[in-house]
T-cell receptor, first 118, second 106 residues
Framework: QLLESGGGLVQPGGSLRLSCVASGFTFSDYAMGWVRQAPGKGLEWVSAFGGSGGGTYYADSVKGRFTISRDNSKDTLYLQMNSLRADDTAVYYCTKGPWGTGFIWDYWGQGTLVTVSS | EIVLTQSPGTLSLSPGESATLSCRASQTFSGNYLAWYQQKPGQAPRLLIYGASSRAADIPDRFSGSGSGTDFTLTISRLEPEDFAVYYC????????FGQGTKLEI
C-alpha cells in the first residue's frame, strides 16, 4: 500500500513537501517514484529514486525545483517541491517499481492533489 | 527524448468485441521496455503489460501486448464492461515517458 499526503493549495513561487508511506513490501529494495496528472490530462513522470542506494532522476520540467528523497527507516518517500508554478497543478501519484531500478510502476497510491494558484 | 504517439485517440466498441490500441515511438529503444497501463475515472493507473508482451500479476489473459522497435500494440479480446477506460503506453528506459492515452468507450 502507498499512502500519499501533503497536497493542497499553494501560491505560485511557494513550496510543498509530499510524503508517501509504504507498507506491505521491503521498501528499501525497490525503486520508487512520483508521477503526476494535470486535471483532465495524461500522465507525466516526475521523479524516481532507485532502491538499494540507487540514484535520483528528474523530468526536465522539474529539475532544479523538485527534490526526491527517501527514508528507508520510515518506509517513506518524499517530494520537496519549490518554486511552484501553475503548470505544476496536478494529482501526484506515489509509485513503486517492480525492481530496484527502472522507470516502470507496478503499484500506485491514490494520489494527492496539488493546486498552484493565487 | 522518446515521444510516444497513441492511436486512435478514442475507440468506440461494444462488449464482446476486440480492441486494438497502437503506440508508436519516435525512435527505437532497446530492450522492448514498453508498458501499458489502464486508468479508470477517479482511480490510479494499473500496470497491465511490461516488456511489450508480459502480463503483470493478476491481469486477465484477454489482455495481450506485442510489437518491437517503434511499433507496439495492446489487444483486448472479448471486451468486458470493466475494460472501458483510458489506456496509456510508456517506455521505461531512461527516463520513462508516457503516450497521450487512448480512451476506450462503449
Amino acid at each position: 500500500q502507498l499512502l500519499e499526503s501533503g497536497g493542497g493549495l499553494v501560491q505560485p513561487g511557494g513550496s510543498l513537501r509530499l510524503s508517501c508511506v509504504a507498507s506491505g513490501f521491503t521498501f528499501s529494495d525497490y525503486a520508487m517514484g512520483w508521477v503526476r496528472q494535470a486535471p483532465g490530462k495524461g500522465l507525466e513522470w516526475v521523479s524516481a529514486f532507485g532502491g538499494s542506494g540507487g540514484g535520483t532522476y528528474y523530468a526536465d520540467s522539474v529539475k532544479g525545483r523538485f527534490t526526491i528523497s527517501r527514508d528507508n527507516s520510515k518506509d517513506t518517500l518524499y517530494l520537496q517541491m519549490n518554486s511552484l508554478r501553475a503548470d505544476d497543478t496536478a494529482v501526484y501519484y506515489c509509485t513503486k517499481g517492480p525492481w530496484g531500478t527502472g522507470f516502470i510502476w507496478d503499484y500506485w497510491g491514490q494520489g494527492t492533489l496539488v493546486t498552484v494558484s493565487s | 527524448e522518446i515521444v510516444l504517439t497513441q492511436s486512435p485517440g478514442t475507440l468506440s466498441l461494444s462488449p464482446g468485441e476486440s480492441a486494438t490500441l497502437s503506440c508508436r515511438a519516435s525512435q527505437t529503444f532497446s530492450g522492448n521496455y514498453l508498458a501499458w497501463y489502464q486508468q479508470k475515472p477517479g482511480q490510479a493507473p494499473r500496470l497491465l503489460i511490461y516488456g511489450a508482451s508480459s502480463r503483470a500479476a493478476d491481469i486477465p489473459d484477454r489482455f495481450s501486448g506485442s510489437g518491437s522497435g517503434t511499433d507496439f500494440t495492446l489487444t483486448i479480446s472479448r471486451l468486458e464492461p470493466e475494460d472501458f477506460a483510458v489506456y496509456y503506453c510508456q517506455q521505461y528506459g531512461s527516463p520513462g515517458t508516457f503516450g497521450q492515452g487512448t480512451k476506450l468507450e462503449i
